[in-house]
């Protein structure tokens, strides 16, 4: 079980995607992921809470974005 600390801490991190490849041509559910991250073309870039759901949307579409992890 998490202590208050250890939850605190999950919440404080933030990943930064940017999508670095187009996504005309890719399967319907990778453009749909791209869109459910808040990506709408090469060059954007969203701030997404590091949590167990957004990592696995990032899973599907690794080749057209990178990430970097923020602390804050």
Known sequence: M???QEK???TSRVL????????IGT???HRGTLRAL?????GQSNDL???PEIRGMLAR??????VEEVTS
């Open 16 to 23: 930064h995607v940017t999508q670095v490849r187009s996504a």
């Open 49 to 51: 809470p590091d949590r």
């Open 2 to 4: 998490a202590t208050i």
């Open 27 to 29: 399967k319907p559910k």
């Open 38 to 42: 808040g990506l709408r073309g090469i």
């Open 8 to 10: 605190k801490a999950d």
């Open 61 to 66: 579409v690794p080749h057209l974005i990178t």
